[in-house]
């Protein structure tokens, strides 16, 4: 086994199994680099790398990946909801930085019981800010974008601070491109009350009771032309189908579940069997790791600390 480098910034690099980073808990073994400063970060995307946020809509390989795995911590993990005084006007409130490292779960539950609102249909997601804002995670009681007033985007060339105006963001998708990393942001909140908060959790969450409690990456699918995947995949008799540790739950067939000791073959199998028996084209919703690398070389300029680019 090769030894990892050693950082020349003191970020920590190891190798390790990637499947303790995953909501499925499954992945192979990767070089994974804990970077706590954008000079850190800078240096980890000096070649090819990917990101790796809560670990939750991913299915990585068995082998585990050839490239860098960046995994923010230190300061940009750390939160900041102290409204700023520049930015922030009567009930409306603009936060200082939260770090993209930041679990999603915990910080909602801050925000409830602050008082503050425009987050609560993202409770229940088991993301970090950084990859929940990449992907604009929610349900359909929210999502992130609702709740963002600036980001601050690590690219190989640079950081540059937007606005979400400045992306073309949806359903499920920010717009920022692959390999971009979500360093910071600032959250834009709506001043209510503790109760009022926890009232909108409540509501969007009971809308999650029917998912499995064990280990999964999520929903599997996407729903094609507003049809519930799930439907679908229970009308083709799926549902409850076993291969190895992997298993089609019995309580929602969207979602692949780890019994223990699942491997990533157990579930490309069962997706693959879907695919075979449901009769429209899914999309998927995971993502399948390797595929291409997220981040290529980023350029020698970046092994210094990044200036910022505001557009």
């Not at 994974?32 to 790398?49: G, R």
């Not at 409130?93 to 999603?104: C, I, N, Y």
């Not at 601050?152 to 950081?159: M, Q, S, V």
Request: hydrophobic residues 40%.
């Amino acid at each position: 086994m090769t030894a990892p480098p050693e950082s020349q910034t003191g970020a920590r690099v190891q190798r390790l199994p990637l499947a303790r980073f995953t909501t499925l808990g499954v992945g192979g073994e990767a070089e994974v680099w804990f970077v706590a400063t954008h000079e850190q970060l800078a240096e980890a995307m000096s070649a090819p790398y990917r990101i790796l946020g809560g670990g939750s809509n991913l299915v990585i390989a068995d082998e585990g990946v050839p490239e860098r795995v960046i995994r923010l911590s230190g300061p940009l993990a750390e939160r900041d909801l102290t409204p700023d005084p520049d930015l922030s006007e009567g009930d409306a409130l603009v936060t200082g930085w939260v770090g993209g490292g930041v679990p999603l779960p915990g910080l909602v539950r801050a925000l409830q019981k602050l008082g503050l609102g425009n987050l609560e249909g993202t409770v229940g997601i088991p993301a970090q800010v950084g990859g929940a804002v990449w992907m604009n995670a929610g349900t359909r009681y929210g999502e992130m974008f609702d709740g963002l007033h600036t980001l601050e985007i690590a690219t190989p060339d640079g950081l540059q601070v937007l606005s979400p105006d400045d992306l073309r963001w949806g359903y499920r998708n920010s717009g920022i491109p692959r390999g971009h990393i979500v360093t910071r942001v600032r959250l834009k909140l709506q001043r209510s009350t503790p109760e009022e908060v926890l009232a909108k959790m409540t509501l969007a969450d009971t809308a999650r009771k029917g998912q499995p409690k064990m280990k999964t990456p999520g929903c599997a699918f996407k729903n094609p032309g507003g049809v519930g995947a799930g439907r679908l995949i229970d009308e083709a008799g799926l549902k409850g189908t076993r291969v190895g540790g992997a298993l089609i739950a019995p309580e929602h067939a969207n979602f692949i579940v780890n019994l223990g000791g699942a491997t990533a073959g157990d579930v490309h199998a069962l997706l693959d069997l879907i695919r075979q028996r449901v009769g429209v084209p899914l999309e998927l919703e995971y993502e399948l790791w390797p595929g291409g690398a997220q981040g290529q070389a980023a350029s020698t300029s970046t092994s210094r600390p990044w200036a910022v680019e505001r557009q």
